[in-house]
């Protein structure tokens, strides 16, 4: 059984679709099939995959409003990728009264879920349909953290977002570690916040050493390929690939 991996926090700016991307291309690279899902309409994920938003047919839209068969891109840097683009964000308004609308991804992934090691899904950032939507067709969360105070305060809503989901849309969901994210080592906050990441949530999951700030994640991003391509001696990779292993004994 594949693993459905959702990247996900309600905070812009702390590195979903930059670990989506590369560690869904990190554990390409162990040898497993993967394919990525830009449920964000901001569609930064497509865009970082080389495609162009504007020019796609189908989106995640057609598969959520018109129950159609789940639009997939192949082999974009060997994965797959269901692209979006702005117009997704017109069905988290339509959702609202739709039967069932909380399963309608969950339903779309699953006739192509065996196809898969690994389904990995760059969440928007909010609390809205689309996000739990994604929890609910999820069988684990990766959840990233900027090592910075005021991203760490909004912790307490994301846990209680999915306490409620286990509870009631998806009781067999489970974390699978929290990525400190954009961290500076010489920064004391950065220190500090750190510290009280892994004090409050070593108990709940894993957390995985710090992803540090990095120009090469942006660099990679402008050349539209992941870091592994773009500078495959950066020493960040091999953080990137200790977190793809432990994606795989889940």
């Known amino acids: 059984m594949s693993r459905v991996i959702a990247f996900f926090n309600q905070a812009g700016g702390v590195g979903k679709t930059?670990?989506?991307?590369?560690l869904g291309?990190?554990?390409?690279?162990?040898?497993?099939?993967?394919?990525?899902?830009?449920?964000?309409?901001?569609?930064?994920?497509?865009?970082?995959?080389?495609?162009?938003?504007?020019?796609?047919?189908?989106?995640?839209?057609?598969?959520?409003?018109?129950e159609e068969p789940l639009f997939i891109q192949p082999k974009q840097h060997g994965m797959d990728i269901a692209p979006t683009n702005i117009n997704l964000s017109v069905a988290e308004i339509?959702?609202?009264?739709?039967?069932?609308?909380e399963v309608r991804l969950k339903e779309a992934i699953e006739p192509i879920r065996?196809?898969?090691?690994?389904?990995?899904?760059?969440?928007?950032?909010?609390?809205?349909?689309?996000?739990?939507?994604?929890?609910?067709?999820?069988?684990h969360l990766l959840i990233?953290?900027?090592?910075?105070?005021?991203?760490?305060?909004?912790?307490?809503?994301?846990?209680?977002?999915?306490?409620?989901?286990?509870k009631r849309g998806n009781r067999h969901l489970k974390i699978a570690g929290f990525i400190p994210s954009r961290y500076a080592a010489?920064?004391?906050?950065?220190?500090?916040?750190l510290k009280a990441i892994s004090e409050q949530f070593s108990d709940i999951a894993p957390v995985y050493d710090p992803?540090?700030?990095?120009?090469?994640?942006?660099?990679?991003s402008?050349?539209?390929?992941?870091?592994?391509?773009y500078d495959p001696k950066h020493p960040v990779l091999k953080i990137l690939d200790k977190i793809a292993e432990k994606m795989e004994q889940l």
């Open 94 to 101: 339509q959702l609202v009264n739709m039967d069932f609308r």
């Open 25 to 66: 291309y990190q554990v390409l690279l162990r040898g497993h099939k993967v394919l990525l899902i830009d449920l964000d309409p901001q569609a930064s994920l497509t865009s970082f995959m080389g495609l162009d938003p504007e020019k796609l047919d189908k989106t995640p839209f057609d598969a959520l409003i018109n």
């Open 211 to 220: 992803i540090p700030r990095a120009t090469a994640f942006v660099d990679a």
């Open 114 to 139: 065996n196809g898969y090691d690994f389904i990995l899904i760059d969440c928007p950032p909010s609390l809205g349909l689309l996000s739990y939507s994604s929890l609910v067709a999820a069988s």
């Open 18 to 22: 930059t670990l989506t991307m590369n």
């Open 186 to 193: 010489s920064n004391s906050q950065d220190q500090r916040t």
């Open 144 to 166: 990233p953290i900027e090592t910075h105070y005021k991203a760490f305060q909004g912790t307490n809503l994301l846990l209680q977002t999915i306490a409620q989901v286990k």
């Open 222 to 229: 402008e050349q539209q390929v992941p870091l592994a391509v």
